[in-house]
């Protein structure tokens, strides 16, 4: 990290989050500004910006609130340097349990787009069909 800080407005357009969202992170203890300016604007760092971009992917997965805090705090304290080898092995368990609920999370949403994408061949078929064949695309008119 550079020691650059950044204000909530271009962490936003870096994270593609909201500023309400960001603010939301904040207000529950997930993702807290490094700083503060004089003015009382929050201030980021990049570290700050990676951290808003785990709690991204988390969020489609369905995590609550604890599970995001609770693989946070393993993810921090696993690259914390002063972690003894005891406790690293403890937290890298957790890490492994969290990628298997994320490999079966994510299975169910390949599941769902199939059969979404299903459905849209489904109505395209059903398009084809039903509209006239002046409303047909070039390809459809035959």
């Known amino acids: 990290m550079?020691?650059?800080?950044?204000q909530i407005g271009e962490v936003a357009d870096r994270t593609g989050?909201?500023?309400?969202?960001i603010r939301h992170y904040e207000e529950v203890g997930?993702?807290?500004?490094?700083?503060?300016?004089?003015?009382?604007?929050?201030?980021?760092?990049d570290d700050d910006v990676a951290r808003l971009l785990v709690i991204k992917r988390m969020k489609p997965l369905d995590f609550t609130l604890e599970e995001m805090r609770d693989l946070l705090t393993v993810l921090d304290r696993l690259r914390?340097?002063?972690?003894?080898?005891?406790?690293?092995?403890?937290?890298?368990e957790r890490l492994a349990v969290y990628r298997s609920l994320v490999e079966e999370r994510c299975a169910k949403i390949r599941a769902r787009l199939s059969d979404a994408e299903q459905f849209s061949a489904e109505l395209t078929t059903?398009?084809?069909?039903?509209?006239?064949?002046?409303?047909?695309p070039r390809e459809d008119r035959s």
């Open 2 to 6: 550079d020691g650059r800080h950044m």
């Open 17 to 21: 989050l909201s500023l309400r969202t």
């Open 30 to 45: 997930l993702a807290l500004p490094t700083a503060r300016s004089q003015g009382g604007f929050r201030l980021y760092t």
């Open 80 to 92: 914390s340097a002063g972690t003894d080898e005891t406790l690293r092995a403890d937290l890298a």
């Open 126 to 136: 059903e398009l084809r069909v039903h509209r006239p064949r002046e409303d047909r």
